[in-house]
């Protein structure tokens, strides 16, 4: 790739504002519910979601067969475009079936794809470079990193995080780690090369921290229940009205991310999605279910904060 296509390719996909890490719904006999996906596109295009995450963390993706991960890029890429953008998580456990995923993935129309290390194995820095840059080098589409060690064992390290700026198609990192100066050396180290992103696990309180630093946006769990909240909390800031919205916004919606990680996620997302008649299903075993008085204040703060009037579809 030219050095030109290379700068337009990152101008292009900056990743800015609410990326929204959105389930995979299953049926009552625990399929994959694609007539459910089309529902939460159509959702988050009419919501003012700046743009999806397919099969991340929060789409049970250790749960998915290759083929069904196939089968949701496939039918998700096709129904999204024109609608949203999309970036589909497509990390397997080994080099050579991510690249499979991908290639798979780009074909089927992704917008990019997203990479985060290979769970359970915990390989160093080194053979997490190779990882990703053969995955980065085998599709021509744009390449979201994932940082999140706490779910695979290993942190992407600053230096890895900026050497991987490097490559051509490597437009975004989203850190899920609670670390502010890592984000402030990466930012400092790749500038521009890189967007960085962050998750609104409210344990590590990076949202704000992040867009202070020059952040772009948020790759979020709770923006599936209060989209157009995380919509203009998540805008990258410019002026210090930005400040000041993101800010009130986040000291807001703060109890409601409590709750979406009140439990493993996506227990608590897909219960409030079922609250709002929005299409979810039970998580896949052994991840469980959020019931009795649990569900019952999710139900009751649902209300409080207005989500069920403004977003049910009941």
Known sequence: MSTTASRRLKLVYQMKGSWVAVVTPFDSNDNV?????????????????????????TGEATMLSVEEKKLIARE?????????????????STTRETVEVSKYAQDAGADGI???????????????????KTVAQAVSIPVALYNNPT????????????????????VADKEAMPNVQQI??????????????CCDFPGYAIVIPTLALGGTGTANVTGNIAPEEFADMSKPWESYDDVVRSRELYFRLLPLMDAMYSLANPTPIKAALELLGLPAGKPRKPIPELT????????????????KEKYSVR
């Open 33 to 57: 519910d694609l007539g459910g996906f089309r529902t939460l596109v159509d959702f988050h295009a009419a919501h003012r979601t700046d743009g999806l995450v397919v099969m991340g963390s």
């Open 76 to 92: 998700v890429c096709e129904y999204a475009k024109g609608k949203i953008p999309v970036f589909v998580g497509t990390t397997c």
């Open 114 to 132: 997203l990479l985060i290390v290979p769970p359970y194995v915990r390989p160093p820095q080194d053979a997490i470079y190779e990882h990703f």
């Open 151 to 170: 779910r695979v064992g290993v942190n992407i390290d600053v230096q890895t995080v900026v050497k991987l700026a490097e490559l051509d198609n490597v």
């Open 184 to 197: 402030a050396e990466i930012k400092r180290q790749a500038g521009d090369k890189i967007n960085v992103l």
């Open 292 to 307: 009795g008085e649990r569900l019952r204040k999710l139900d009751e703060l649902l209300t409080t904060m207005g989500i």
